[in-house]
């Protein structure tokens, strides 16, 4: 539990999976490639790299309202990341996430987006969570429909979706 003076991010934890923060050291290891024992097999996978690559220009995402590691409570392995593209803007944050290849399919990508999205919509100012991804990617499509997101706008091939704090409520 933080406290005022811990702003250490809060692990969010649901019922089977882990969401918490990436460290440096993580990061670290994704760029250079070390291997991890806490990682399954096909962790990281390519957005993983890409996101690992950006934390040095994005600060914010190392924060509590940042990115996080998927990790599996019944194994303990890493097995994705999910996050939020910090700074809301206009009280909007975009979500992002990526479950490694052995483990889809078990809809934790969903369960995962949920929690954070819910995690996002306590925080002061922000009403929406949004998404954007391709038509040609069917399973991640059926993902956010999952997670209670409702689809706003399609253009150009990428369908937007999106979640409020009305739309959590059940209003």
Same mark, same amino acid.
């Given at each position: 539990?933080?406290?005022?003076?811990?702003?250490a991010?809060?692990?969010?934890?649901?019922?089977?999976?882990?969401?918490?923060?990436?460290?440096?050291?993580? #990061?670290?290891?994704?760029?250079a490639?070390?291997?991890?024992?806490?990682?399954?097999?096909?962790?990281?996978a390519?957005?993983?790299?890409?996101? #690992?690559?950006?934390?040095?220009?994005?600060?914010?995402?190392?924060?509590?309202?940042?990115?996080?590691?998927?990790?599996e409570?019944?194994?303990?392995?890493?097995v994705?990341?999910?996050?939020?593209?910090w700074?809301?803007?206009?009280?909007?944050?975009?979500?992002? $996430?990526?479950?490694?290849?052995?483990?889809?399919?078990?809809? $934790?990508?969903?369960? #995962?987006?949920?929690?954070?999205?819910?995690?996002a919509?306590?925080?002061?100012?922000?009403?929406?969570?949004?998404?954007?991804?391709?038509?040609?990617?069917? #399973?991640?499509?059926?993902?956010?429909?999952?997670?209670?997101?409702?689809?706003s706008?399609?253009?150009d091939?990428?369908?937007?979706?999106?979640?409020?704090?009305?739309?959590?409520?059940g209003?």
């Open positions: 539990m933080s406290t005022a003076s811990s702003p991010p809060a692990q969010l934890t649901t019922a089977r999976l882990v969401l918490r923060p990436w460290t440096g050291a993580e #990061a670290a290891a994704v760029l490639d070390t291997r991890s024992a806490r990682w399954a097999d096909d962790f990281p390519e957005g993983d790299r890409v996101i #690992a690559a950006l934390f040095a220009q994005h600060p914010a995402w190392l924060g509590e309202h940042g990115h996080r590691l998927i990790i409570r019944a194994s303990g392995l890493v994705g990341s999910i996050g939020l593209f700074p809301p803007s206009e009280g909007t944050v975009e979500i992002g $996430y990526g479950v490694v290849a052995s483990r889809r399919g078990r809809g $934790y990508a969903a369960e #995962a987006a949920r929690a954070l999205a819910d995690f919509l306590t925080a002061p100012g922000v009403h929406a969570v949004v998404a954007g991804v391709e038509l040609s990617n069917p #399973a991640s499509l059926r993902v956010l429909e999952k997670a209670g997101f409702r689809r706008a399609t253009e091939g990428v369908a937007r979706f999106m979640l409020t704090s009305r739309d959590r409520s209003q």
